[in-house]
């Protein structure tokens, strides 16, 4: 592996990452928060120097066109790793550790959402600015971003592109991928910016109308309020983030057929996308059933907490219209079941995906058909396409390392922290970058009292789930760092 090939790739993130860091200070300016400037400050002056020194060995640009696979795949955790540092030293202004700033950090730009927060009345709005913003970026990807507007990337950005986006398949939806991740960028901030204004016009304050849109269409979760979506008491405006977390969490290739090239079908005609529909529809009837006979809570309110919370969690989000760890068991376990299942493939949502919930569904019928007609031959389809051995083992293999990953994650923080809930559900709330989970880490709960193992290890999930495990365990392997 030779630094000199990805290191001036990672040196032009850096510096534009710096410039956007200076984005809080406005925030700052128009608040009257003068102490505020400087923390973005000093991480923008810092990433930019770091820019810089990547680029020192490197004055030309072809040395990135021949970038190799174990390249690319270490540019893109690299680039997750560091820019998270970043993004992490404007919180050490604000009293936080180093572990905790990171933390935040990192949960922030993996569009987690767990927060070590307890007091937010201790940080000002330029803080949470910060907050939503670093989920922003992370929602759609900061490679793909940078792949957008820089064209240093005109030829190595399909390799760096499908090493970070997330799913299991390469989706174009242009000839070029530098127009593809500006087509996808565009509807991302479409959606952002009309769901701000739809929030300002239902009374909710711009501030918080910003911050909670942003955080929205990242499928991210934080909010400014320390109650989340709940602290508003604003019905509709808990209807219009349910909406647009939906469609958060559906594949963003497909919404740009939808809403620029007017070709609704295309969308229609997933079946990822129907099962994520199906599946949203199904569980929140179940849902609305058991709060509303069992737990008795009035029918509008029990359909709308049960659309949100739903929603929330299966495309990762993370808000919360309800103290729903104050719900009776059985509904949280229907919370629990879609924290494994996760957005489509494409879209700003984690977890495992909905589109290899499908094929893993397809993959046991065929066993179970080819057990009885052993000369059968039946292929795997998706949308009436055979899926390559190539992606099944892809697919398989991931699996295969989520729930491995999961199972040695929840065994060491249940041991490190005396508690099988707090392990359990937050490795799997990190890992699949929910955020919230129940109990002490549950939605009105922080992450901030775990001990500093346990801190580790979840920084680390939120880092493999957001990076879909392969990028992160191949450098488990020694052939990855030969040169």
């Known amino acids: 592996m030779k630094t000199s090939t990805f290191s001036p790739a990672l040196g032009l993130i850096l510096i534009g990452f710096g410039v956007i860091t200076l984005v809080p200070v406005i925030v700052a300016l128009l608040d009257h928060d003068y102490p505020s400037i ?7 002056l810092v990433s930019i120097a770091l820019g810089l020194f990547g680029q020192r060995k490197s004055n030309k640009h072809q040395d990135l066109d021949r970038i190799k696979r174990s390249e690319v795949l270490f540019l893109v955790t690299l680039t997750w790793l560091s820019t998270a540092a970043v993004a992490a ?46 989920q922003w970026l992370g929602g759609m990807g900061i490679i793909v971003l940078f792949v957008a507007i820089l064209p240093q990337f005109a030829v190595a950005g399909r390799q760096i592109f499908f090493a970070e986006a997330p799913g299991p398949t390469e989706e174009k939806i242009t000839p070029r991928i530098a127009h593809t991740a500006k087509a996808l960028w565009l509807v991302y901030v479409f959606l952002t910016m009309f769901e701000i204004a739809l929030l300002d016009f239902t009374g909710m304050p711009i501030f918080d109308a910003v911050c909670n849109g942003l955080t929205t269409m990242a499928a991210g979760g934080f909010s400014p309020h320390p109650l989340s979506i709940m602290g508003y008491e604003n019905s509709t405006a808990t209807w219009i983030i349910s909406a647009f977390m939906f469609l958060a969490g559906s594949n963003f290739a497909l919404q740009y057929r939808f809403i620029v090239q007017l070709k609704p079908q295309s969308l229609f005609k997933s079946e990822e996308f129907r099962l994520y529909a199906t599946i949203i529809l199904l569980l929140s009837i ?60 494409g879209s700003a949502g984690g977890g495992i995906k909905i589109v290899r919930i499908l094929f893993m569904g397809k993959y046991l019928w065929r066993e179970i058909v080819q057990a009885l007609h052993p000369k059968a031959i039946i292929p795997v389809k998706i949308d009436k396409k055979s899926v390559p051995n190539t992606i099944q083992h892809q697919m398989l293999s991931f699996l295969l390392f989520y729930i ?18 707090i392990g359990f559900v937050g490795a799997a709330a990190t890992i699949g970058n929910i955020g919230p989970g129940f109990g002490e880490i549950g939605p009105m709960g922080t992450f901030g009292s775990l001990a500093i193992p346990s801190k580790i290890i979840f920084i680390v999930n939120m880092v493999a789930g957001r990076l879909e495990l392969i990028p992160f365990l191949v450098m488990l392997h020694p052939d990855f760092w030969k040169e």
Request: proline share 5%.
């Open 286 to 345: 179940s849902l609305t059933g058991i709060l509303f006979f069992a737990q008795h809570i009035p029918v509008a309110d029990s359909i709308r907490d049960s659309v949100f919370q739903i929603i929330s969690i299966i495309t990762t989000t993370g808000f919360s219209s309800a103290d729903f760890a104050l719900w009776l068991v059985p509904a949280q376990a229907l919370l629990l079941i879609v924290m494994f299942a996760g957005g489509c493939a």
């Open 89 to 134: 030293i404007p919180y050490l202004f604000y009293g936080l550790s180093p572990l905790d700033a990171y933390f935040e950090s990192i949960s922030g730009i993996t569009t987690t959402g767990a927060t070590i927060l307890q007091d937010f009345s201790l940080y000002p709005k330029a803080f949470f600015f910060w907050r939503s913003l670093t």
């Open 404 to 421: 491995l990953l999961l199972a040695i994650s929840a065994i060491m923080v249940t041991m490190i922290e005396g508690n099988l809930a």
């Open 38 to 44: 400087l923390p973005f400050c000093v991480a923008s």
